[in-house]
């Protein structure tokens, strides 16, 4: 099927900007905890007869039932492109340049930038195995 594709894509919540500094160090150190937030977050895009809300690992399974050649070729886009030490630099400098008088309110801790990176590479493994 030819034609553009709008990204699918996670609103924010999965990086968990939502969670407390407790609870970041909580997810850090219990991996069901950790596993249990992947889990939960459902796409904003429904599927089947009854327009069910679905976890994004679900909905690009069922997306690749319909249009494997498509999702394939996507995802191995992605793993050959993945690159796991420039997120975490990425990560790790988001708030290089922030000026020094904003960093207390607004800078990422060490401890959130490292969950940043750990629930970007468990996303970026289970997209992985849906074609492998």
């Given at each position: 099927?030819?034609?553009?594709?709008?990204?699918?894509?996670?609103?924010?919540?999965?990086?968990?900007?939502?969670?407390?500094?407790d609870a970041v160090r909580q997810m850090l150190n219990d991996r069901?905890?950790?596993?249990?937030?992947?889990?939960?977050?459902?796409?904003?895009?429904?599927?089947?007869?009854?327009?069910?809300?679905?976890?994004?690992?679900?909905?690009?399974?069922?997306?690749?039932?319909?249009?494997?050649?498509?999702?394939?070729?996507?995802?191995?886009?992605?793993?050959?492109?993945?690159?796991?030490?420039?997120?975490?630099?990425?990560?790790?400098?988001?708030?290089?340049?922030?000026?020094?008088?904003?960093?207390?309110?607004?800078?990422?801790?060490?401890q959130r930038k490292e969950l940043i990176c750990r629930l970007i590479?468990?996303?970026?493994?289970?997209?992985?195995?849906?074609?492998?």
């Open positions: 099927m030819k034609g553009d594709y709008a990204p699918i894509y996670d609103s924010g919540c999965c990086l968990a900007r939502e969670k407390t500094e069901t905890m950790f596993d249990s937030f992947i889990n939960r977050g459902k796409s904003e895009i429904r599927w089947g007869d009854k327009g069910e809300k679905i976890n994004h690992f679900d909905l690009v399974s069922n997306i690749r039932m319909e249009f494997p050649a498509i999702v394939e070729k996507v995802i191995n886009n992605i793993i050959s492109l993945y690159d796991e030490n420039k997120i975490r630099n990425i990560v790790f400098n988001i708030d290089k340049e922030l000026p020094e008088e904003f960093r207390e309110e607004y800078a990422l801790s060490s590479n468990e996303r970026f493994l289970r997209l992985k195995n849906i074609v492998l």
